[in-house]
């Protein structure tokens, strides 16, 4: 894919979130750039508190403020920046041209409404659609989700259905306006793994009939390199490594990419020792000036604790790394 | 393996809880069977693996093993005794044979205690040493786990999850047990920390000849750390072989799917998933006939009404399918 030929539909620009916590305030979200192009999937990887999330939720302004805040940056959607769109506006663009689905679907359904009447209540607000014309609709996109005698289940609440069936509900709503781009944040991190692969299963086939952006946010290096087309690599806030997914999976720039890789049990091969990062996610108050990976690596020099590294494009692939060089194979300098 | 007796077995083990009791006025008795007559053994020093979906009874299985819950029906032997009907004060001091490290590296310290009194609390319980003796025995479990012994005095919000979850490790081991159930012990920690604490109980097994019942619903972590591993369905062993034999030549058609399912850090790596139809079944209703058969992609008429039992297919290799009715018939496979 020539990234560099296309326009993107998404441009994300030094996007940085301020939270305020008890131990002070942090950027959780840190200068963050990266372009979503039309019809793919991108990946956004990292651990618990890296900013992959709260990336999504700034993208649609939906930090919750007070803690969050939106300190700088930029999100370019057609023509538009959201970061600055008054709220009335930002509306009109969020679950209608941007969707999100999220981890848990029960906790985004309303418990107190059937299905069928939060899908018409999204199909009345954005496409001002009639009661009869609304269920209607419903009804197409339940079957369109996988959900059988989708008539009938318009008419359950969200505590008949199992979680991989609220999982399609929350699909089938995020689908309702033909969105754009879709932000799918920890999608089937809830769910079994037999009802993980329908749910992907779902969500690729759709990607390709709708022709959607999906970004796809994840801390499963196995659902990333199967669905994704490219990939961000997040640590601490911010955006360590990106690039096409056979590029990183086959020659992982970031020390930080290499470890995680390399900690992985596989499912076949040889069994070794499993290769350990040491030490552990750093609590964001603790950061120092350097690299946020630094007090973990074991490529580390004097240098990568003065400044940290900014994000250094070769091509297709990023790294912010003093001593990766994407240039010179990679592979062989850090491993 | 050995010719000596495993140190664990067990029979038609059975659980049900009772979720309302039938009364005179036609209101009918609700029992969930979480487990459903299993049976397997653990040899000396050997990893069992224990796996499946959430609702397959593998929790339920573990703490019944350990007594935590008391079985309904069903034999468990531990050393060669029958524990399933000891009395507490018999069943006492087998439980310092045998320990619990849970998933939650979070809930299950209890945050007002010292690191030292979480590790050393077995000890107390049990009468074992005296403060001095408890205070240095607890120094040198810190050290085992590889945490400083100078945290002892620390309290268990000063710790990440991996760490916590190393003090978990610590106070199982505090009594020299010779089993330890593992439920699920490194899902609800980061990637970056799970591999240090996998390598870690790997030595312990190695150094303290330890024998594991591993929990888990990950299946290459499982064939990382495991010997033999058994696959649950809805309350049932469905298969149950050697490692090697389970990742090479899964029998069971849920095994298969299971394993088709995970996806692979190996981007373009073309697999063939098979992708389950439905939902896993209520475990108050399972259906009859073989458990899998309304999700099974290759279930027969046979399977409807008639329930499989556990075969062995080859040496050390069991199944419970109809596709597999025995040795001798290899031409069945898929």
Not at chain 1, 124 to 153: F, N
Not at chain 1, 169 to 192: G, H, R
Not at chain 1, 290 to 295: E, I, N, S, T
Not at chain 2, 209 to 222: E, M, N, P, Q
Request: charged share 25%.
């Amino acid at each position: 894919m020539s990234a560099g030929e296309r326009t993107p539909i998404l441009s994300v620009r030094a996007l940085t979130t301020e939270l305020r916590t008890e131990g002070g305030r942090f950027h959780a979200v840190d200068s963050v750039s990266f372009d979503l192009f039309p019809g793919e999937v991108l990946g956004i990887v990292g651990e618990s508190g890296c900013g992959k999330s709260m990336t999504a939720l700034s993208i649609l302004g939906l930090v919750p403020r007070p803690p969050g805040r939106i300190v700088a940056g930029e999100v370019r959607f057609e023509g538009r920046d959201l970061v600055r769109l008054p709220e009335r506006e930002l509306q009109r663009v969020r679950g209608a041209k941007i969707a999100m689905i999220f981890q848990e679907p029960m906790s985004s359904l309303n418990p107190v409404f059937t299905i069928g009447e939060q899908i018409a209540e999204t199909l009345r607000h954005h496409e001002r659609l009639g009661r009869r014309a609304a269920r209607e609709r419903a009804v197409e996109l339940l079957a369109k989700v996988g959900i059988p005698s989708p008539a009938e289940r318009l008419d359950s609440y969200p505590h008949e259905l199992s979680g991989g069936m609220r999982q399609r509900v929350m699909i089938a709503i995020a689908l309702a306006c033909n969105p754009k781009v879709l932000l799918a944040d920890e999608p089937t991190t809830a769910l079994d793994v037999t009802i993980q692969a329908q749910i992907l299963d779902l969500l690729q086939r759709l990607q390709a009939e709708l022709g959607m952006a999906v970004v796809l946010i994840t801390h499963d290096l196995g659902i990333v390199a199967e669905f994704a087309h490219r990939v961000l690599v997040m640590y601490a806030g911010r955006v360590i490594e990106e690039g096409p997914v056979e590029a990183i999976f086959e020659s992982p720039a970031h020390p930080y990419t290499q470890g995680l890789l390399a900690s992985l049990p596989d499912l076949e091969g040889e069994i070794g020792r499993l290769s350990a990062i040491p030490g552990s996610v750093p609590q964001m108050g603790e950061l120092g000036p350097g690299c946020r990976f630094a007090p973990r690596c074991g490529l580390v020099e004097p240098a990568c604790l003065a400044a940290d590294p900014p994000l250094a494009r070769t091509g297709a692939r990023a790294v912010a790394c003093r001593r990766a060089d994407l240039a010179a194979a990679p592979r062989e300098r850090v491993a | 393996m050995s010719a000596a007796a495993p140190l664990v077995e067990v029979e038609g083990l059975t659980k049900s809880f009772v979720l309302r009791r039938g009364s005179g006025l036609g209101r009918p008795r609700l029992e969930l069977q979480a487990v459903a007559g299993v049976s397997f053994t653990i040899d000396r020093g050997e990893t069992l693996g224990l796996v499946g979906e959430s609702g397959c009874g593998k929790t339920t299985t573990g703490r019944l093993l350990l007594r935590l819950l008391e079985p309904t029906a069903g034999t468990i032997r531990f050393a060669g005794r029958e524990i399933q009907r000891l009395a507490e004060a018999e069943l006492r001091p087998l439980r310092r044979k045998m320990q619990i490290v849970f998933q939650d590296p979070y809930g299950s310290l209890d945050p007002r205690m010292t690191v030292e009194e979480i590790v050393a609390e077995p000890l107390v319980v049990h009468g074992i040493g005296d403060r001095a003796e408890r205070a240095r025995k607890v120094r040198l479990l810190l050290d085992r786990v590889g945490l400083p012994a100078a945290w002892a005095d620390r309290h268990p919000h000063e710790f990440s999850g991996g760490q916590r979850q190393r003090i978990g490790i610590a106070r199982a081991l505090a009594l020299e047990p010779e089993l330890l159930v593992l439920d699920e012990p490194v899902s609800a920690l980061d990637v970056s920390i799970r591999a240090q604490v996998v390598n870690l109980l790997v030595d312990l097994a190695r150094d303290l000849g330890l024998t594991y019942l591993f929990i888990s619903h990950d299946l290459a972590l499982v064939r990382h750390l495991c010997d033999r591993v058994a696959v649950m369905y809805l309350g049932k062993i469905v298969e149950l072989a050697p490692k090697d034999a389970l990742y090479r030549e899964p029998l069971h058609p849920y095994t298969r799917a299971l394993l088709s399912a995970i996806p692979v850090p190996r981007p373009g790596r073309k697999r063939e998933r098979i992708v389950l139809p439905g939902d896993v079944p209520s475990p108050l209703r399972p259906p009859p006939g073989c458990r899998f058969h309304t999700r099974c992609p290759r279930a027969m008429e046979v399977c409807r009404a008639v329930e499989p039992p556990l075969l062995e297919v080859r040496p050390g290799h069991r199944v419970a399918c109809h596709l597999h009715p025995g040795p001798t018939s290899e031409g069945a496979r898929a």
